[in-house]
């Protein structure tokens, strides 16, 4: 279990990471500060972290339905024989 949440972190956290990375590579802070623009990029890592985890959270609320949905499958709450308790 702690691994799964480990590398749920991880994987957001890298994102951020490497967004930010782009960011300052591309000179997008530099253009900005030239135009005026007063955006605080803590801020805005902080907003993509908040959205990507809300995203995160989202999709796995949806995939269980969506799969049992789209493959038309049944969930065995009471196997009726040998075969459905096997599985």
Do not use: C, H
Not at 37 to 52: D, K, M, P, Q, R
């Amino acid at each position: 279990m702690f691994k799964r949440v480990a590398l749920f972190l991880a994987t957001n956290l890298a994102i951020v990471l490497v967004l930010s990375v782009v960011l300052r590579l591309l000179g997008v802070d530099r253009i900005l500060d030239e135009s005026g623009s007063n955006l605080n990029y803590e801020a805005l890592l902080i907003l993509s972290l908040v959205i990507g985890f809300g995203g995160s959270f989202i999709s796995l609320a949806m995939s269980k339905w969506m799969a049992k949905r789209s493959t038309g499958a049944q969930v065995i709450d009471q196997p009726g024989n040998a075969t459905e308790s096997w599985l």
